[in-house]
């Protein structure tokens, strides 16, 4: 059975820093493409980051610089670093995997809430 289970959500004030992580069972990151999405009220959830089985990643043009994304083998876990994080921002965080080859294959996390204010 697969399971990411989200970690790390919080409050953090401007220009601070939050890693969040996504614990996962039952999937193998080499036919996995690992991301992270948010989603603010009312918007639809846009793709942050992503990391391909090939350590490949992509970030979006508007986290670029501040944020950064790695997975941990061994622990089957993957984070999304944040830096500098924008002031005045409430995002619902959410960790996915997509199989590279089963487009069905495609799982989230339960999801993690980032605000960030002073």
């Known amino acids: 059975q697969v399971q990411l289970v989200e970690s790390g959500g919080g409050v953090v004030r401007p220009g601070g820093s939050l890693r969040l992580s996504c614990t996962t069972s039952?999937?193998?990151?080499?036919?996995?493409?690992l991301a992270w999405f948010r989603q603010d009220s009312g918007k639809e959830r846009e793709l942050v980051a992503s990391?391909?089985?090939?350590?490949?990643?992509f970030l979006a043009d508007s986290v670029t610089g501040r944020f950064a994304i790695s997975r941990d083998f061994t622990l089957n876990t993957f984070y999304l670093q944040m830096n500098n994080l924008k002031p005045k921002k409430t995002y619902d965080y959410y960790c996915n995997a997509q199989h590279r080859f089963v487009r069905t294959a495609n799982y989230w996390g339960q999801g993690a809430q980032v605000t960030v204010s002073s």
């Open positions: 039952g999937i193998a990151y080499n036919l996995y493409t």
């Open positions: 990391i391909r089985h090939t350590g490949d990643t």
